[in-house]
T-cell receptor
């Protein structure tokens, strides 16, 4: 597609429920990233997929968080048993390849998750 | 500990002036550094990339410098306009980390007419 698409744009969930956030990257982009941004804060790295390599999961804050990328394209970030501290904007980005691409990364508009 | 620090206070300048934003880092050895613009409710938008062996990059009214001795990058917007008002984020790309970026917390810029 023309840009990175994320859905839903907003999600309100009850504490303890599971949520799934979806990211459609730009077609042909081999690298896909998930970040989260709390109010007034910078972006916190979560996970990074590059081609067929094992994902870099080093930023996932707990084992309640997981992500997969099917067919090298669409990615789903799953948060199990949500907690109030999970409330944030979850941003997905993609790029042509992993390292220092001159064109940078293309971000989606994010999913605003609110856990009540 | 490792840190990336940007101007903590919002930057307010007059239209037509040059805005200068600072990004300092500690205990990182970046291979490259990127600057992004973020508007409220939107994802960041890529502006410029500068590599470790480059001192300066320009793009239209934007200029980025990278001093690996001072561990600092400066981001300049010349002839600033109210439309430049946004939050600007710096991000470090590290060796052997693939494409993962480490972001600063951002600096909010407000350009007054």
């Amino acid at each position: 597609g023309a840009g990175v698409s994320q859905s839903p744009s907003n999600k309100v969930t009850e504490k303890g429920k599971d949520v799934e956030l979806r990211c459609d990257p730009i077609s042909g982009h081999t690298a896909l990233y998930w970040y989260r941004q709390s109010l007034g804060q910078g972006l916190e790295f979560l996970i990074y997929f590059q081609g067929n390599s094992a994902p870099d999961k080093s930023g996932l804050p707990s084992d309640r968080f997981s992500a997969e990328r099917t067919g090298g394209s669409v990615s789903t970030l799953t948060i199990q048993r949500t907690q109030q501290e999970d409330s944030a904007v979850y941003l997905c980005a993609s790029s042509l390849e992993g390292t220092g691409v001159p064109g940078g990364y293309t971000f989606g508009s994010g999913t605003r998750l609110t856990v009540v | 500990s490792q840190k990336i620090e940007q101007n903590s206070e919002a930057l307010n300048i007059q239209e037509g002036k040059t805005a200068t934003l600072t990004c300092n880092y500690t205990n990182y050895s970046p291979a490259y550094l990127q600057w992004y613009r973020q508007d409220p409710g939107r994802g960041p938008v890529f502006l410029l990339l500068i590599r470790e062996n480059e001192k300066e990059k320009r793009k239209e009214r934007l200029k980025v410098t990278f001093d690996t001795t001072l561990k600092q990058s400066l981001f300049h917007i010349t002839a600033s306009q109210p439309a430049d008002s946004a939050t600007y984020l710096c991000a470090l790309g590290l060796y052997n980390q693939g494409g993962k970026l480490i972001f600063g917390q951002g600096t909010e810029l407000s350009v007054k007419p």
